[in-house]
């Protein structure tokens, strides 16, 4: 078996033969020698490997950037102050075509707009290889944290028929032609959708194995043709009983500082090239969100922080209306200069199922992060069966539909909360790259599912 380029870094087997795969990203020579930075995407750094011209038959002018090569040789300790290790090669294979002409990615660096072009090639650059490691490594830091503190992982319906948000901003599964609109003759019976959230679901669980999490694709037809939103995102949504508004809030920033310690452990060389490609301080505004206790206010505090700036903004901040992004951006950029909580909304710009203060507000929490904005959403959940009642009444939601969620408020009813983290909104923050299409491998957007 080969070794990873990052496992040969980790634990090197130093005057071994061994054999690494990967693709070429310079030939250059020195002397008698060629160097070849070799990249397998396992890790940022590169490999180098030492050719001596004299003992090969292959040509090196077919040995191009982007070319996979297999390298036989043995592993030494480099001479060269920049890097520890090297690998003196005996051989080189090419192993597949490659035509270097046409290759889109060439040396000097490109715009992320033009690899969103390219979407199936650009995670072979540094940027998008950096985001997509630091992704994975993250969602599976984000189950280390929940499985170790006793939460379930639950899996809810991509397909359901119920819109938790209540924003109508579903896709339709059906399996009727178009003109055909028999409902009777769809594959439900009944209208059917993508899921926009599995918290209703995730609740019923939550009644059942006290503390549980899901982690799943979300689909959202908002037509947003933002830096912020895509219509295929993945969503991180813990539900606990006999949680309160403030567990629930302890838990979002405990769980957004663990991630951010465990990226700032693992992935030193990837964060080092995002701080030198996005020009700021990566890696010490990653240290200050650990370090610093988040701030909290109320919505209430919030709208007056705001309308003392309002001169700031171009809509001007109104109590009863949702904050806009430019507010956002105030208060944790400009005002806070660091992450805040804001709690307890108007309860008429928010979703049915929050639980509902004496105030006409409800217990709330829109995480904001700096840069971001909103990274999670939640609440304390309308746990009183009279009081969801009648703010679904009063909504006109269809009763029906809903009863089963109404039976949780019914049997062995508690206060019980739980948010919903959206994972690429989280990673522009780890990331440092503004736009959350250059954060997931595939993404979707109006206008845009060509990959
Ligand atoms: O604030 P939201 O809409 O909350 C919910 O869906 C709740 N049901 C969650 C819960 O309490 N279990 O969405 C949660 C988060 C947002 O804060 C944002 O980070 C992300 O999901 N999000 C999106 N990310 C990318 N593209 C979009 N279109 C998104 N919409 C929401
Ligand atoms: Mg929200």
Redesign the pocket.
């Known amino acids: 078996m080969t070794l990873t380029i990052k496992r040969i870094f980790k634990s090197p087997p130093l005057d071994e033969e061994i054999l690494v795969h990967g693709w070429v990203r310079t030939l250059r020579k020195g002397g008698s020698v060629y160097f070849m930075e070799l990249n397998d995407g396992s890790c940022f750094e590169n490999l180098q490997i030492v050719i001596d011209v004299n003992n090969f038959s292959i040509s090196l002018n077919q040995v191009n950037l982007g070319v996979a090569v297999a390298v036989r040789g043995k592993l030494v300790k480099s001479p060269a102050p920049k890097q520890p290790i090297e690998l003196q090669a005996h051989s080189i294979q090419i192993l597949g075509e490659h035509n270097f002409e046409e290759y889109p990615i060439q040396k000097k660096a490109t715009s992320l707009e033009f690899l969103r072009e390219i979407a199936h090639l650009r995670p072979r650059t540094n940027t998008i290889g950096a985001a997509m490691r630091i992704r994975s490594t993250v969602s599976y830091i984000i189950h280390k944290f929940f499985q170790e503190r006793d939460f379930y992982y639950i899996h809810t319906p991509i397909i359901t028929a119920s819109d938790?948000?209540g924003?109508g901003?579903m896709f339709r599964v059906t399996t009727l032609e178009p003109g055909d609109t028999n409902i009777q003759t769809d594959f439900f019976c009944r209208n059917a959708y993508l899921t926009?959230?599995?918290?209703?679901e995730?609740e019923a669980l939550a009644l059942a194995l006290g503390r549980v999490y899901?982690f799943g694709p979300?689909f959202?037809a908002?037509n947003?043709n933002t830096t912020?939103?895509?219509?295929e995102?993945w969503?991180i949504?813990?539900?606990i009983a006999f949680f309160n508004l403030s567990d629930n809030i302890d838990l979002a920033e405990e769980l957004l500082k663990y991630c951010c310690s465990a990226v700032l452990e693992l992935h030193e060389a990837d964060l080092h090239w995002l701080e030198k490609f996005n020009e700021f301080n990566l890696l010490k505004n990653l240290a200050d969100f650990i370090d610093k206790p988040v701030n909290r206010i109320t919505y209430t505090e919030a709208v007056e922080i705001l309308r003392k700036n309002k001169d700031q903004f171009e809509f001007e901040p109104v109590w009863g209306d949702d904050l806009k992004t430019e507010h956002e951006k105030f208060l944790v950029d400009n005002y806070f200069k660091g992450a805040v909580v804001v709690t307890n909304y108007p309860k008429k710009i928010k979703?049915f199922?929050m639980y509902q203060n004496d105030d006409e507000t409800v217990a709330c929490l829109?995480?904001l992060l700096p840069r971001v904005g909103?990274?999670?959403?939640?609440?304390q959940r309308e746990h009183r069966y009279d009081k969801l009642l009648s703010r679904m009444t009063e909504l006109g939601m269809d009763l029906e539909n809903y009863k089963w969620y109404l039976d949780l408020r019914r049997f062995g009813s508690v206060p019980h909360s739980?948010?919903?983290?959206?994972?690429?909104?989280?990673l522009l923050f780890l990331t440092g790259l503004k736009n959350?299409r250059d954060v997931i491998p595939f993404p979707r957007y109006p206008g845009n599912v060509d990959f």
């Open positions: 938790c948000e924003a901003e926009v959230s599995g918290q209703l995730a899901t979300t959202r908002e947003s912020r939103h895509l219509a995102f969503m949504e813990p539900e979703a199922y829109d995480f909103e990274t999670i959403g939640g609440s739980g948010f919903g983290l959206g994972l690429e909104r989280f959350v």
